[in-house]
């Protein structure tokens, strides 16, 4: 698969990152076939968070891979953590107690990113500079990085985090599109100029943040997948159009999509579908034209001012 650099670290990843928070439906031997698929395809960047599962996807996962020292080197392993039940933390006995569990359930020494999951109004920025000290000097974290957060939240950590934050994990997809939409539509009084992340796109871009689309098939939160849906009709139909042009999947479309933006993004995919997961990682050798892209973008009824 097609690698790129993750923020302004050395890692080279792929451009596609396997999510698996969704692991915990698959029983023992599908699993095992489902994460041995991905390293198969070159796909060797797994997605975690503490929460997916109360942790069990994290230990189901190093069952399915058969965790071992061997394997461990072969793969690139994130997770998040900062979400508590009822709230959110982002304290320093909270960031390396959670740590220190996932990488128990993840049955290794050293992760090689962690995020923050979602942002702490409470956050005391000198806290998670200590957390991180500690994990980075200890090896059990060797990049850091944040999710869901504006550029104002990042700028506010690395007022005392002297750690590079190499990714911001952010939803995006065709149908929810606000980041880009606000950057078409400066200085109009309409819906789609209402500024909602601070211009994340474009301070990501400036700062080498790399964008971890998350849901990249969903839309609204949560509500429903936009490929075949009734709902988007002119969109499902624009996709299958290219679809054909490039003798690829409509899902394969739907992430090149994502990939074409020069921002360098690494979508997360869901799937636990291996045929879903195979035309996911075939979007990273699909290059959609400009004309391509602004067409699926407009069929979606993102309008251009």
């Known amino acids: 698969m097609r690698t790129m650099k993750l923020g302004t670290s050395t890692l080279e990843v792929p451009v596609i990152a396997v999510g698996c928070m969704r692991i915990n439906s698959l029983d023992k031997s599908e699993a095992e076939q489902f994460v041995q698929t991905a390293l198969d395809e070159g796909a060797n960047f797994f997605d975690h968070a503490d929460i997916y599962g109360a942790g069990a996807c994290e230990e189901i996962f190093a069952d399915a891979i058969h965790m071992d020292n061997n394997i461990r080197e072969k793969i690139i392993l994130q997770s998040k953590c900062g979400i508590r039940q009822g709230m959110f933390d982002f304290s320093k006995e909270h960031i390396l107690n959670s740590v220190d569990a996932i990488l128990k359930r993840l049955r290794t020494d050293y992760l090689d990113i962690l995020l923050l999951h979602r942002p702490d109004t409470l956050v005391e920025p000198e806290e998670v500079a200590e957390a991180f000290d500690i994990l980075e000097s200890s090896g059990k974290v060797r990049h850091f990085g944040v999710s869901n957060q504006t550029p104002m939240q990042i700028q506010l950590l690395k007022k005392a985090v002297k750690q590079p934050l190499v990714a911001n994990q952010l939803q995006l997809s065709i149908t929810n599109a606000n980041m880009i939409s ?106 959609l034209t400009r004309e391509d892209w602004y067409a699926i973008y407009r069929a979606a009824g993102n309008m251009l001012p």
């Not at 909602?196 to 997948?225: A, H």
């Not at 490039?246 to 090149?256: D, F, L, P, R």
């Open 182 to 287: 606000q950057g078409f539509n400066v200085n109009m009084e309409n819906e789609a100029a209402v500024n909602r992340d601070g211009l994340i796109l474009d301070y990501c871009r400036l700062n080498d943040i790399t964008i971890q689309p998350w849901s990249p098939f969903q839309y609204g939160f949560f509500e429903g997948v936009f490929l075949g849906s009734d709902k988007f009709p002119e969109l499902n139909q624009k996709i299958d159009e290219i679809a054909s042009k490039y003798e690829v999947s409509n899902t394969t479309i739907a992430i090149a999509w994502l990939l074409r933006h020069p921002a360098h993004m690494q979508p997360v995919i869901g799937t636990m579908n291996i045929d879903r997961l195979k035309d996911c990682i075939k979007a990273g050798d699909v290059h």
